[in-house]
Nanobody, 125 residues
Framework: QVQLEESGGGLVQAGGSLRLSCAASGRAFGWNTVGWFRQAPGKEREFVARITIDWRGSITYYADFVKGRFTISRDNTKNTVYLQMDSLKPEDTAVYYC????????????????WGQGTQVTVSS
């Protein structure tokens, strides 16, 4: 089973940028979906973005609240998925998690079977 490790979180002012990384070990990503989720204090974990690699190529999908601000990408040579976060807002403050699932995985947490430990993102106003 693949192990995932997130990095790149930190403290940033509103309007700033961060790039999160999700590095996989134990097994190459291959054809699958890698998703980013986040969980703010007292709230449920929610979907942020996903990227699927299959015979069609690369397909991305974003939650409405990050469209135009966040960009998900992956480098299969490094077994790493990135989440570039621009124009950050205080409401983006959360622990961000990456997870892997099959090529049919969508926005539900139940679609994903391997999770990282998360990285904290704090956006100050």
């Amino acid at each position: 089973q693949v192990q995932l490790e997130e990095s790149g979180g930190g403290l940033v002012q509103a309007g700033g940028s961060l790039r999160l990384s999700c590095a996989a070990s134990g097994r190459a990503f291959g054809w699958n979906t890698v998703g980013w989720f986040r969980q703010a204090p007292g709230k449920e974990r929610e979907f942020v973005a996903r990227i699927t690699i299959d015979w069609r190529g690369s397909i991305t999908y974003y939650a409405d609240f990050v469209k135009g601000r966040f960009t998900i990408s992956r480098d299969n040579t490094k077994n790493t998925v990135y989440l570039q976060m621009d124009s950050l807002k205080p409401e983006d403050t959360a622990v961000y998690y990456c997870a892997t699932g099959g090529i049919g995985s969508r926005q539900s947490l139940q679609d994903y079977n391997s999770w990282g430990q998360g990285t904290q993102v704090t956006v100050s106003s």
